[in-house]
């Protein structure tokens, strides 16, 4: 089945913006949906689409598409936003599975 | 406010049999796609298997193809998973989680539940 890699972990200073990728052959053909996972919570939907944020997500969370690489982007990280990351989207190589991503751990400094 | 609260996980030996349950509510249930994903100790999320609103269209994971069963009951706005033949593998927080739309394939999930614990040891 189709992958979407993650990079493990990603660190960002207080404030400043921070990109979280996602590559994938079947994001060249669907958009990914980005999720957040706090330590012993669900995960909840933060971006889907080209660039939606359901109710109550902040604005500082947005995303893109290019190619085969979608991205999250913080832009002024906050302390809460500390989490796991994951993206997902449809399998495009034939199996039509749904896939997600690895992760990626953001830190906040 | 939309609930899912899945139910039914526990130790279980290899090689036995399991069935999860979510009961929905706050939505249309049989307006909406249902997905099952889990997550292993530690790792990451793994979509299991999703099923269309009216049962029409179903897909699993390969690693539980063959073993696992998603059904739903749109009558009692539930959504099942049954497990046979469980591997030391299969241990996880089992999610159900609801779909944006009426079919699975795009993966397009918007709500999660709280999980349910699936351990599987002798």
């Known amino acids: 089945s189709s992958e979407l890699t993650q990079d493990p972990a990603v660190s960002v200073a207080l404030g400043q913006t921070v990109r979280i990728t996602c590559q994938g052959d079947?994001?060249?053909?669907?958009?990914a949906s980005w999720y957040q996972q706090k330590p012993g919570q669900a995960p909840v939907l933060v971006i889907y689409g080209k660039n939606n944020r359901p109710s109550g997500i902040p604005d500082r969370f947005s995303g893109s598409s290019s190619g085969n690489t979608a991205s999250l982007t913080i832009t002024g990280a906050q302390a809460e936003d500390e989490a796991d990351y994951y993206c997902?989207?449809?399998?495009?190589?034939?199996?039509?599975?749904?896939?997600f991503g690895g992760g990626t751990k953001l830190t906040v400094l | 406010e939309v609930q899912l609260v899945e139910s039914g996980g526990g130790l279980v030996q290899p090689g036995r049999s399991l069935r999860l349950s979510c009961a929905a509510s706050?939505?249309?249930?049989?307006?909406?796609?249902m997905h099952w994903v889990r997550q292993a100790p530690g790792k990451g999320l793994e979509w299991v298997s999703g099923?269309?609103?009216?049962?029409?269209?179903?897909g699993y994971a390969d690693s539980v193809k063959g073993r696992f069963t998603i059904s739903r009951d749109n009558a009692k706005n539930s959504l099942y998973l049954q497990m046979n033949s469980l591997r030391a593998e299969d241990t996880a927080l089992y999610y159900c989680?609801?779909?944006?739309?009426?079919?699975?394939?795009?993966?397009?999930?918007?709500?999660w539940g709280q999980g349910t614990l699936v351990t599987v040891s002798s």
């Open positions: 079947s994001l060249r053909s669907y958009y």
């Open positions: 706050g939505f249309t249930f049989d307006d909406y796609a």
């Open positions: 099923i269309s609103w009216n049962s029409g269209s179903i």
């Open positions: 989680a609801k779909d944006r739309l009426r079919n699975w394939n795009y993966g397009f999930i918007d709500y």
């Open positions: 997902n989207s449809r399998d495009s190589s034939g199996n039509q599975d749904v896939v």
